[in-house]
């Protein structure tokens, strides 16, 4: 059972560099989520997608885009890193809403440092 | 719009002692809570929620939670702690709606004292 997979598991980013972090879920859910961890912060959410084709802001946009060509594919695009995105990263799907209790499959994440 | 308040960082229990983690969340309307885990190296995984109907919810791993609305907390328990209980703990809320998102607190690191 993949469940949800990221790619790549570590990166290190040069100040300035772009990158794609890649998503893919196995479940065929509509929902799916970006969001960062910082030490103390908790999850803040980057991006969200409600069905293929269809992307929205979260918490924390600035500096990042998404596409959702597909249903089981979510990249996140850094196009300027900046050290400010130095973070781990996550990405989440659901079959239903998380406002209708919607249970969230998280992937390993992506630990990313821009230097 | 919603929040989620988690005192502390971190919380040390011994093996076989009672684990209690504590929440408080503010919503305008009824909430949606939930308890997630994060096992170290690894991304969340629910243990909990609670939507509507009884309000003692029962977990994964022996772990419960209680939806007290005049107190607006979602306290997470369990009886007896076990080595590999010891974990990130996220408590998090949504606003009842399909297009609705989470909101997560800041996370209770858990250690267990053999």
Redesign the interface.
């Known amino acids: 059972n993949a469940g ?1 997979t990221q790619t790549p598991k570590f990166r290190i980013l040069k100040i300035g560099q772009s990158m794609t972090l890649q998503c893919t879920q196995d479940m065929n859910h509509n929902y799916m ?1 970006w969001y960062r961890q910082d030490p ?6 980057i991006y ?1 997608s ?1 069905g293929a084709g269809i992307t929205d802001k ?1 918490e924390v946009p600035n500096g990042y885009n998404v596409s959702r060509s597909t249903t089981e594919d979510f990249p996140l695009r850094l196009e300027l890193a900046a050290p400010s995105q130095t973070s781990v990263y ?1 990405c ?1 799907s659901s079959n ?6 919607g ?7 992506t630990r990313l440092t821009v230097v | 719009a919603q929040s ?1 308040t988690q005192l502390g ?1 971190h919380v040390s229990v011994s093996e076989g002692a009672l684990v209690l983690l504590r929440c408080n969340y503010s919503s305008s309307v009824p909430p ?1 809570l ?1 308890w ?1 885990v994060q096992y170290p ?6 243990l909990l ?1 609670y ?1 509507t109907g009884a309000t003692l919810v029962k977990g994964i791993n022996g772990f419960e939670a209680e939806f007290k609305k005049s107190e607006t907390s979602f306290h997470l328990t369990k009886p007896s702690a076990h080595m590999s209980d010891a974990a990130e703990y ?1 408590c998090a809320v ?9 909101t ?4 209770i690191t858990l250690s267990v004292r053999p």
């Open positions: 949800v989520y103390g912060m908790g999850l803040k959410l969200y409600v979260g996550f989440a239903l809403g998380q406002g209708v209790g249970k969230a499959f998280f992937g390993q994440g | 989620v960082s949606y939930f997630y190296n690894q991304g969340l995984q629910l929620k939507t996220f949504s606003d009842p709606g399909a297009n609705s998102k989470l997560f607190g800041k996370g």
